[in-house]
C-alpha cells in the first residue's frame, strides 16, 4: 500500500523558516515526481512545487519562488519542502502527493495524498 | 497566469446526475483531472488525464473535455459523493487547480 506521510509543521512567526518532510513507502519512490500541494483553511487547493524523480526538474507556484525549495532524497524515500521568509498567508495544511509518472509533464496528476501537515504563521 | 474556473456549488437528488464543470481558456488542448475531497480528509483522484479512471473509483464517475470546459459527471449520484470536487491542469510547467464545487445531494 502507497503511504506518504508528512511531518515538520508547526507554528512559527513571520520571517521564520520551517522544513516540512514526507516518508513515502508502498512504492519505487525513484519512479515517481512528487509534489506539494497546500490549502489553507477552509480555502481550496494550491500547488506549491514539483521535482522529477531525479531532481533535474523542479517547479514553483510564483507565490512561493525564491522562498521555498523543494528537495528528495530517494535513497532516504524522503521529500522535502525548505520554507523560508515564511508569511500569513502560507498558513496551510501542506499535503505531499505522488505524481502519475517520473517527470513534471502535463498529462501526470497527484495520487494519492498524505494526510497533511499544518503550518501556521502568526506573530 | 491561467485560471480555472469552477460553480462554487451544484446540487443534486439522490439517483440523478450530476455534472460539475471547470473552465479555462483552451483547456479542451490541456489534460484536466478530477479530485474529490471529503469534510477533514486528504483530496482522493477520480478522473486523470480527461476521462481515466483510476482502480477503485466506481464507474458512475466519468469525465470529458473539450473547447473551453471540462466536466465531471457523475451518474446515479448517491449521497457518499457528496463533497468538494476540484479540476486540475498544467499551464507552463505549473499546476492549476479549479476553485473548488461543494457537490450537495438531496
Known amino acids: 500500500e502507497v503511504q506518504l506521510v508528512e511531518s515538520g509543521g508547526g507554528s512559527v512567526q513571520p520571517g521564520r523558516s520551517l522544513r516540512l518532510s514526507c516518508a513515502a513507502s508502498g512504492f519505487t519512490f525513484d519512479d515517481y515526481a512528487m509534489h506539494w500541494v497546500r490549502q489553507a483553511p477552509g480555502k481550496g487547493l494550491e500547488w506549491v512545487s514539483g521535482i522529477n524523480w531525479n531532481s533535474d526538474y523542479i517547479g514553483y507556484a510564483d507565490s512561493v519562488k525564491g522562498r521555498f525549495t523543494i528537495s528528495r532524497d530517494n535513497a532516504k524515500n524522503s521529500l522535502y519542502l525548505y520554507m523560508n521568509s515564511l508569511r500569513p498567508e502560507d498558513t496551510a495544511l501542506y499535503y505531499c502527493a505522488k505524481g502519475g509518472g517520473s517527470s513534471l509533464a502535463s498529462y501526470n496528476w497527484f495520487d494519492p495524498w498524505g494526510q497533511g501537515t499544518l503550518v501556521t504563521v502568526s506573530s | 497566469s491561467y485560471e480555472l474556473t469552477q460553480p462554487p456549488s451544484v446540487s443534486v437528488s439522490p439517483g440523478q446526475t450530476a455534472s460539475i464543470t471547470c473552465s479555462g481558456d483552451?483547456?479542451?488542448?490541456?489534460?484536466a483531472c478530477w479530485y474529490q475531497q471529503k469534510p477533514g480528509q486528504s483530496p482522493v483522484l477520480v478522473i486523470y488525464?480527461?476521462?481515466r479512471r483510476p482502480s477503485g473509483i466506481p464507474e458512475r464517475f466519468s469525465g470529458s473535455n473539450s473547447g473551453n470546459t471540462a466536466t465531471l459527471t457523475i451518474s446515479g449520484t448517491q449521497t457518499m459523493d457528496e463533497a468538494d470536487y476540484y479540476c486540475?491542469?498544467?499551464?507552463?510547467?505549473?499546476?492549476?487547480f479549479g476553485g473548488g464545487t461543494k457537490l450537495t445531494v438531496l
Open positions: 483552451k483547456l479542451g488542448d490541456k489534460y
Open positions: 486540475q491542469a498544467w499551464d507552463s510547467s505549473t499546476v492549476v
Open positions: 488525464q480527461n476521462n
